[in-house]
């Protein structure tokens, strides 16, 4: 309930912004909606969504994977840490934009390029997220892992994973948010399609309606994402803290 | 350096600890362990007694695999081959009972399950997750666990500690139970000297850290019809071997 009032309210004040600033700086809520379903029905509305998510899934895929692994590794291994801390303070530190234009310098302005670069943008938050989690195992339960002999695979999957859990959900959440606004930063520069190249386009034409048609059609997709898929997700992994609670 | 190697012949376990140190936080190390020598027969149950903090546990860690920086020769099962009980339960809260025993023991037949369950009591919280169950039914969980394994060796690190008397003695009662009905060898730590007796065939007395074995004494009336004139006897016997008065930090 609070939530639909609070949506009423931002949905008044963008009103009463489009009236003071004007049609053109920032049209009104209506006014993106038709440019919204225009889009829509013509069909280049789900083409560029569809494109950019497609990079979004592939880019937080390789990311969260390589870097959960990364993660792990270091925060179980200490010489691994060693070895790999003062690399990820420089890509911790390292400008997204930097890293988007190098990619794109050194392998030209290609899918694969684009994506990389997205992945290495968001690697080293998963890794630091996760190696976290790897340095809070409980060992008392990796002591009984191998009293019982329990393989190496099925000791990652029931013991080590769960644990991780809330990490893994963290990285995620925080991941899939950030990986969409790199995406789109990405399409600007250097693809022919995507949500991003949409808005560049608009951008050269100052249509604002388009950007904001665009950017809020992509945010209601990260909504249906993070409710349809990642919550249930969560609720599934979390049933055992629910039962005991 | 260690020499473990694999139990063959009657004894099934043959425990030779040289020496075993920590290094303390001052830089020194700490002696824990200091010439222990014993050794188990097939099927025998061995308790380990002695105050706490004497190293018992340490022990145990050691003849599971899961320390193997000390000096000495420990000849035991093949990991696989042995189960433990912790002293904290050590089960997976996001598991149900059945599948905490199942992870270990994905072999185990529906028919020895049910069996475990009904011995110790467990039937009806088969679908529980272990965050439902109070300590004394998470203990039992665990004991489950180290049985449906059908260990050669099993291990049991202080299992009733901190558990009210009563339920103390029942759980005693269906290890016991257990043990006898499995023929399993197993080795028991505990610093409670009245459990140590009823349980025992052979109890080994150790002294404070580092612990060395101060006495073996062998109780050859079976578990199940000890009376407690005899346990008595037995008692005697133990603190007997001790010079001075018996360590407060054993419970008599």
Same mark, same amino acid.
């Given at each position: 309930?609070?939530?639909?009032?609070?949506?009423?309210?931002?949905?008044?004040?963008?009103?009463?912004?489009?009236?003071?600033?004007?049609?053109?700086?920032?049209?009104?809520?209506?006014?993106?909606?038709?440019?919204?379903?225009?889009?829509?029905?013509?069909?280049?509305?789900?083409?560029?969504?569809?494109?950019?998510?497609?990079?979004?899934?592939?880019?937080?895929?390789?990311?969260?994977?390589?870097?959960?692994?990364?993660?792990?590794?270091?925060?179980?291994?200490?010489?691994?840490?060693?070895?790999?801390?003062?690399?990820?303070?420089?890509?911790?530190?390292?400008?997204?934009?930097?890293?988007?234009?190098?990619?794109?310098?050194?392998?030209?302005?290609?899918?694969?390029?684009?994506?990389?670069?997205?992945?290495?943008?968001?690697?080293?938050?998963?890794?630091?997220?996760?190696?976290?989690?790897?340095?809070?195992?409980?060992?008392?339960?990796?002591?009984?892992?191998?009293?019982?002999?329990?393989?190496?695979?099925?000791?990652?999957?029931?013991?080590?994973?769960?644990?991780?859990?809330?990490?893994?959900?963290?990285?995620?959440?925080?991941?899939?948010?950030?990986?969409?606004?790199?995406?789109?930063?990405?399409?600007?520069?250097?693809?022919?399609?995507?949500?991003?190249?949409?808005?560049?386009?608009?951008?050269?034409?100052?249509?604002?309606?388009?950007?904001?048609?665009?950017?809020?059609?992509?945010?209601?997709?990260?909504?249906?994402?993070?409710?349809?898929?990642?919550?249930?997700?969560?609720?599934?992994?979390?049933?055992?803290?629910?039962?005991?609670? | 350096?260690?020499?473990?190697?694999?139990? &063959?012949?009657?004894? #099934?376990?043959?425990? $030779?600890? =040289?020496?075993? @140190?920590? /290094?303390? +936080?001052?830089?020194?190390? %700490?002696?824990?362990?200091?010439?222990?020598?014993?050794?188990?027969?097939?099927?025998?149950?061995?308790?380990?007694?002695?105050?706490?903090?004497?190293?018992?546990?340490?022990?145990?860690?050691?003849?599971?695999?899961?320390?193997?920086?000390?000096?000495?020769?420990?000849?035991?099962?093949?990991?696989?081959?042995?189960?433990?009980?912790?002293?904290?339960?050590?089960?997976?809260?996001?598991?149900?009972?059945?599948?905490?025993?199942?992870?270990?023991?994905?072999?185990?037949?529906?028919?020895?399950?049910?069996?475990?369950?009904?011995?110790?009591?467990?039937?009806?919280?088969?679908?529980?997750?272990? &965050?439902?169950?109070? #300590?004394?039914?998470? $203990?039992? =969980?665990?004991? @489950?666990? /180290?049985? +449906?394994?059908?260990?050669? %060796?099993?291990?049991?690190?202080?299992?009733?500690?901190?558990?009210?008397?009563?339920?103390?003695?029942?759980?005693?009662?269906?290890?016991?139970?257990?043990?006898?009905?499995?023929?399993?060898?197993?080795?028991?730590?505990?610093?409670?000297?009245?459990?140590?007796?009823?349980?025992?065939?052979?109890?080994?007395?150790?002294?404070?850290?580092?612990?060395?074995?101060?006495?073996?004494?062998?109780?050859?009336?079976?578990?199940?019809?000890?009376?407690?004139?005899?346990?008595?006897?037995?008692?005697?016997?133990?603190?007997?071997?001790?010079?001075?008065?018996?360590?407060?930090?054993?419970?008599?």
């Amino acid at each position: 309930m609070l939530r639909l009032v609070s949506l009423g309210l931002l949905i008044i004040v963008w009103y009463i912004g489009s009236f003071i600033a004007g049609e053109q700086m920032l049209p009104a809520p209506m006014t993106v909606l038709n440019a919204i379903l225009t889009e829509a029905r013509s069909g280049e509305l789900f083409f560029q969504l569809g494109v950019t998510l497609a990079r979004v899934l592939v880019a937080f895929t390789l990311a969260m994977t390589i870097g959960s692994a990364i993660g792990l590794l270091m925060g179980r291994v200490a010489l691994v840490n060693q070895l790999g801390d003062s690399w990820l303070v420089v890509l911790l530190n390292l400008p997204a934009l930097v890293i988007i234009v190098l990619a794109y310098l050194w392998g030209g302005l290609t899918e694969v390029a684009a994506i990389l670069a997205v992945a290495i943008n968001k690697l080293p938050t998963a890794i630091v997220t996760v190696r976290e989690g790897a340095r809070a195992l409980d060992p008392a339960l990796d002591e009984m892992a191998k009293v019982f002999a329990m393989p190496r695979l099925r000791t990652l999957r029931h013991i080590v994973i769960p644990q991780l859990a809330p990490y893994l959900a963290a990285a995620g959440r925080s991941g899939l948010s950030l990986v969409w606004k790199i995406v789109l930063i990405v399409e600007l520069l250097g693809r022919p399609n995507g949500v991003g190249f949409e808005i560049g386009i608009a951008f050269q034409l100052f249509d604002v309606t388009r950007i904001l048609a665009y950017a809020l059609a992509f945010v209601v997709v990260i909504l249906a994402i993070e409710t349809l898929v990642v919550q249930p997700i969560e609720r599934r992994a979390s049933r055992w803290r629910l039962r005991t609670a | 350096m260690n020499d473990a190697r694999r139990a &063959g012949g009657s004894e #099934l376990l043959d425990v $030779r600890i =040289v020496r075993k @140190a920590y /290094a303390a +936080a001052t830089g020194q190390p %700490l002696e824990v362990l200091r010439d222990i020598a014993f050794t188990l027969a097939r099927g025998e149950l061995g308790v380990l007694v002695g105050p706490s903090g004497c190293g018992k546990t340490t022990m145990l860690r050691i003849i599971a695999g899961s320390d193997a920086d000390y000096d000495g020769k420990v000849v035991a099962p093949a990991r696989g081959r042995l189960a433990m009980v912790f002293q904290e339960p050590r089960l997976l809260p996001w598991r149900t009972v059945e599948d905490n025993v199942r992870l270990v023991a994905p072999s185990v037949s529906e028919s020895a399950l049910v069996t475990l369950f009904d011995v110790l009591e467990l039937t009806q919280h088969r679908l529980h997750y272990p &965050g439902e169950l109070s #300590l004394g039914l998470a $203990r039992r =969980v665990a004991v @489950a666990r /180290a049985f +449906a394994v059908e260990p050669e %060796l099993l291990l049991l690190d202080e299992p009733f500690v901190s558990l009210d008397d009563a339920l103390a003695s029942k759980l005693r009662d269906e290890l016991s139970v257990l043990v006898e009905s499995r023929a399993v060898t197993t080795l028991l730590v505990t610093h409670d000297l009245d459990e140590a007796v009823r349980l025992a065939d052979r109890l080994f007395l150790l002294s404070a850290r580092p612990a060395q074995v101060l006495a073996e004494v062998s109780i050859r009336v079976p578990r199940g019809r000890r009376t407690d004139a005899e346990l008595s006897v037995a008692k005697a016997a133990v603190v007997g071997h001790l010079r001075g008065p018996l360590d407060p930090a054993i419970k008599a």
